[in-house]
């Protein structure tokens, strides 16, 4: 079969599917699959990015999706007032500190021997440093957490539009991606990964702690959105009218219109993505950063900087994961930081890469997309399956058993996938060229 019609019935097949479950379930549920999946597949674009253009092991891809999140909430929420007034200033200028600090203790590093005489002096900067930090940024943010902490109890945001929020997400992670890069990217394959790792748990830890930045686990809700809410599509005259001419009822109508809405929006930045993407992938830096993938020694000895490339390169594919956040966080309307999962957020973006197809961009939204709506749908068609099979038992025991492990089909589904794929398809269902 020609590569180009077989890769289009793929698509198909996944285009299918979600079809099948507008027909079969509702058109809402469809929609919603087809949504989270166009951001999941922006996600898999920034892994693939990394791993499969230049071979690098990121699992931290949950901290790039969470920094991308809280943009949104930095970017669309209206600022806290009183929470400013309160102790806005003590916060600007205690950061302000921490990162002199930081600074202070890198310089006097560069500039000094070697010696006791050295580590005294960082010693004493970075102690005397801390304790000037807290003292100054304690008692602000004590203030600020004090500012009506049932709804706001944060400094809040700028209250722009909250689609400048997800280039802006980008450059937060990009920023991040390239502090952590510098530090971490010349570790070995596996040790990059527990790093990378380590450090998302890290922020993730810091979104759910610092209540004057995200409100911590009390979550931000309310954000801002590009399209009109249901409620007022629904008092919009005209929109009842035109819903009731096509057939619809107003309520159901509007959750359509707002969810293909986003699904244009989504689309777009996947395809504008994915342009770039394919751009880079057949450009003379995408075939230098395949070559320093396959054999880093040869690169380096034909005169190319692979620590600069490797961290060009993670830069890119960490700035993808946080337009992907500052995305998911838009469709949700609220920032959860408890919600952020390795397993949801680093670990099924790795199966979708790899499912797909490593190296090849169109593999990696398809494998996003089949991943997705897998990972949604096979649930309940575990418990259509096990009440099946149960149909004909006694009540008792086993049958509860059987039926309570219906949850666990996600995960043996997403399991079995995987194994078929590397044991029929061991290069993806789009293999690189």
């Known amino acids: 079969m020609n590569e180009t019609v077989k890769n289009t019935l793929l698509f198909a097949v996944v285009g299918g599917l979600i079809l099948l479950t507008g027909f079969m379930q509702s058109w809402n549920a469809a929609l919603l699959i087809l949504n989270m999946g166009l951001i999941s597949a922006i996600m898999a674009l920034g892994v693939n990015l990394q791993w499969g253009f230049a071979g690098l092991f990121n699992i931290g891809v949950m901290g790039f999706v969470a920094l991308g999140g809280l943009a949104a909430v930095l970017v669309s929420m209206p600022p806290t007032s009183e929470a400013w007034a309160a102790g806005g200033t003590g916060i600007i200028l205690g950061l302000l500190l921490g990162a002199a600090t930081v600074a202070a203790a890198v310089i006097l590093h560069k500039r000094m021997r070697p010696g006791a005489v050295r580590v005294m002096v960082l010693l004493a900067v970075v102690v005397i440093g801390f304790f000037v930090y807290r003292a100054v940024l304690d008692p602000s943010v004590a203030a600020i957490e004090k500012v009506d902490p049932a709804t706001t109890g944060y400094l809040g945001g700028l209250g722009l539009p909250v689609v400048l929020a997800w280039p802006i997400g980008g450059l937060l992670a ?97 395809v504008v993505l994915m342009w770039m993407a394919q751009k880079a992938l057949h450009s003379p830096w995408g075939r230098m950063m395949r070559a320093i993938r396959d054999n880093e020694v040869a690169a380096e000895a034909m005169g190319k900087d692979v620590t600069r490339r490797h961290l060009q390169v993670f830069v890119l594919g960490s700035a993808i994961c946080g337009i ?44 996003a997309m089949l991943i997705w709506f897998l990972w949604v749908q096979v649930e309940p068609m575990g ?51």
């Open 324 to 367: 992907a956040g500052a995305m998911m966080t838009t469709l949700d309307g609220q920032l959860t930081p408890g919600s952020y999962q390795p397993l949801r957020f680093t670990f099924l973006v790795w199966v979708m890469v790899i499912v797909g197809g490593s190296g090849n961009n169109f593999g990696s939204v398809l494998g």
């Open 383 to 433: 418990v259509f399956l096990l009440e099946l099979v149960t149909s004909g038992m006694s009540d008792g025991a086993f049958k509860s058993h059987l039926l309570e492990s219906a949850a666990h089909m996600r995960l043996f589904t997403m399991g079995l996938v995987l194994i078929l794929v590397l044991r029929f398809s061991p290069r993806g269902l789009i293999p690189e060229k």
């Open 174 to 270: 990009a920023g991040a991606a390239w502090l952590i890069g510098k530090t971490a990217l010349g570790l070995r394959s596996d040790y990059l990964a527990i790093a990378t790792l380590g450090i998302a748990e890290i922020i993730i830890a810091v979104l759910k702690n610092e209540d004057w930045l995200s409100r911590g686990v009390k979550n931000v809700v309310g954000i801002p959105r590009p399209l009109p809410y249901e409620i007022d599509l629904q008092n919009d005259p005209a929109f009842v009218e035109r819903a009731a001419g096509l057939g619809m009822d107003p309520v159901m109508a509007s959750t359509l219109y707002v969810k293909l809405g986003y699904a244009v929006l989504f689309l777009i930045v996947l």
